[in-house]
């Protein structure tokens, strides 16, 4: 009998072990950046998101600007995180440190987009919006430069240009009319407290699941 109850113990043991290993494995898996979510981008340094709209730049390119706003409840700060061209990433799972990214707006379809134009402001290298309906070219490709193995929700995390070598960042140059107020997003060669983003509000993806919200859309 001593021997059955010591099996019996030995058995639960190895059941609550198992039971808490899958729920400890499920909770570190919705603590991650996944592949179709919809987040918005905080700039850590200079505490604005990320942010574009059907207006044109001035100057360099011509084509749709990406800017930075204070205000936490603009639609137009939703990007959704999706694969390189050609290269889908797989619904749901998590984005890799050093995984290659596009970064596509919600409301015009335009994916982030960076070249060898100077911007408008501060003269770095220009960030804009290209694209239709989600596809672009071979400019529109970021890597998530994080510390881990993953790209945590609540984790700083730098944007790296694959075709350039420019960290998508803002240092604080302010535009006038029509956008007034909004900051400027450039690209700069070198890493530095200015290319720090962390993703915000937003809809996070999970493999057969439905959507988990992150605060409010």
Not at 8 to 35: A, D, P, Q, R
Not at 48 to 68: A, F, I
Request: proline fraction near 4%; charged fraction near 20%; charge should be negative.
């Amino acid at each position: 009998m001593e021997i059955i109850h010591a099996v019996h113990v030995v058995i639960k043991s190895l059941l609550f072990l198992l039971l808490w290993t899958n729920c400890e494995g499920k909770e570190s898996e919705l603590n991650y950046v996944t592949c179709g979510s919809l987040v918005k981008l905080l700039n850590t340094r200079h505490n604005v998101r990320l942010h574009s709209h059907d207006v044109k730049y001035g100057s360099g390119s011509g084509q749709q600007s990406v800017t930075g706003v204070e205000s936490a409840d603009d639609a137009n700060s939703y990007w959704q995180i999706r694969g390189k061209p050609y290269r889908p990433c797989l619904r749901g799972a998590p984005i890799k440190c050093g995984q290659a990214i596009r970064i596509t707006h919600m409301k015009t379809g335009r994916n982030l987009h960076t070249h060898h134009f100077s911007s408008p402001l501060s003269n770095n290298q220009e960030v804009s919006a290209f694209g239709e309906n989600g596809e672009g070219d071979d400019q529109d490709v970021w890597t998530v430069q994080c510390d881990d193995d993953y790209w945590e929700r609540d984790e700083a995390v730098r944007f790296k240009h694959i075709g350039t070598d420019v960290f998508l960042s803002v240092t604080g140059e302010q535009y006038g009319h029509p956008i007034r107020g909004q900051r400027e997003v450039h690209g700069m060669g070198s890493p530095n407290q200015h290319n720090w983003w962390r993703t915000m509000e937003g809809v996070f993806i999970q493999p057969s699941q439905e959507p988990l919200r992150h605060d409010e859309l």
